[in-house]
T-cell receptor, first 113, second 116 residues
């Protein structure tokens, strides 16, 4: 089955620092890829997505590019804010008879002023 | 536009009891999925309902069952609760067969279940 591997956390950054959270996947075919964010005490919010190779998803200053060659979908942000403190989950969706999202274990980000 | 709603927010049960969790999907969505999120882990897929039928099931025992109603809302039932069932249960809704939003699922705030 599909699997998603994320960079282990927690990650602590100073405000305005550059963020990278690594994500690689193993899947049948070419899945759609997602980043979800979970703020403390809340459910998951869709942050961005990419549905085919070389697509770049972006939202709220975050970006991730679907790299088929390296089966990766790393999340980046040029300048993090305290409000970005949350847990970030990478997820894959294969479709083609499999309707589930497969998640990584999550990476907790803490941004300090 | 109402998002995904879940009830109750928190629940405390005793081992061996049964529990029912409820979910209303985002307006316009017809598919509901349920996930279990243990502390410090990513969500794990339990099952998905579409057209009132279970379309796919994850690696969960038969103690976990569900239902979808004609208005697309859904219930998750867990029988014979174990301590290990303590987790955040997330409901996600989506629209089947929409190419533009393939795989895109919208999550509710979750129900925190504690089994003592």
């Amino acid at each position: 089955g599909d699997s998603v591997t994320q960079m282990e956390g927690p990650v602590t950054l100073s405000e305005e620092a550059f963020l990278t959270i690594n994500c690689t996947y193993t899947a049948t075919g070419y899945p759609s890829l997602f980043w979800y964010v979970q703020y403390p005490g809340e459910g998951l919010q869709l942050l961005l997505k990419a549905t085919k190779a070389d697509d770049k998803g972006s939202n709220k200053g975050f970006e991730a590019t679907y790299r088929k060659e390296t089966t990766s979908f790393h999340l980046e942000k040029g300048s993090v804010q305290v409000s970005d403190s949350a847990v970030y989950f990478c997820a894959a969706y294969s479709g083609a008879g499999s309707y589930q999202l497969t998640f990584g274990k999550g990476t907790k980000l803490s941004v300090i002023p | 536009d109402a998002g995904v709603t879940q009830s109750p927010t928190h629940l405390i049960k005793t081992r061996g009891q049964q529990v029912t969790l409820r979910c209303s999907p985002k307006s316009g969505h017809d598919t509901v999925s349920w996930y279990q999120q243990a502390l410090g882990q990513g969500p794990q897929f339990i099952f998905q309902y579409y057209e009132e039928e279970e379309r796919q099931r994850g690696n969960f025992p038969d103690r976990f069952s569900g239902h979808q109603f004609p208005n697309y809302s859904s219930e998750l039932n867990v029988n014979a609760l174990l301590l290990g069932d303590s987790a955040l249960y997330l409901c996600a809704s989506s629209l089947f067969s929409t190419r533009a939003s393939v795989g895109e699922q919208y999550f509710g705030p979750g129900t925190r279940l504690t089994v003592t």
